[in-house]
């Protein structure tokens, strides 16, 4: 009786083994090629920053024509943008910055004007922005550029 046990353990073991399993097919999102983490420097008013990362992901309703970019400023501080795929722009025009913890922080009085484009054949981004602090009089500027490269997890030279 108990070599059938064995065997029994043995004939379930074969059976579920051989058993096919569906194919799955890896779906990407609508804006994975402008998509990632990036690793960049940017120069304000004159002044340098960096290196540090910035994330690009699409938005929940994952259409081609948006994307959130995230960490401007070596921040918490994500924008809302337009992407437009086949030209491989991106823009923002009066947008309301986010807080990545509390979310839009339009109370502050803060506006980020954003125009740029990104190349997938060497896996860059480059964007000037604008921020406008409308609580000063009259509101003041700070004139931006970012340039980075997508993070390949391997160590910069």
């Not at 960096?50 to 938005?59: A, C, D, E, K």
């Not at 990545?100 to 125009?115: A, F, H, K, Q, W």
């Not at 981004?125 to 993070?151: G, K, L, M, Q, Y």
Request: aromatic share 12%; with cysteine.
């Amino acid at each position: 009786m108990k070599n059938h046990k064995y065997i029994y353990a043995l004939l379930a073991l074969v059976i579920f083994s051989c058993q096919e399993y569906p194919e799955f097919d890896v779906e990407r999102t609508a804006t994975n090629m402008v998509s990632g983490e990036f690793v960049g420097s940017e120069s304000c008013n004159g002044d340098e920053y960096g290196p540090y990362n910035i994330y690009i992901f699409n938005t929940s309703s994952n259409t081609p024509d948006s994307v959130w970019i995230e960490n401007i400023f070596d921040s918490e501080l994500q924008v809302k943008v337009a992407v437009n795929l086949e030209a491989g722009t991106i823009s923002a025009q009066n947008a309301i910055l986010y807080d990545v913890s509390n979310g839009p922080i339009e109370d502050i009085g803060l506006t980020i004007d954003l125009e740029g484009n990104f190349l997938e054949e060497n896996d860059s981004i480059n964007f000037s922005f604008t921020i406008t602090d409308h609580n000063d009089s009259p509101p003041t500027v700070s004139d931006c550029e970012f340039s980075a490269r997508r993070a390949t997890g391997f160590e910069e030279h």
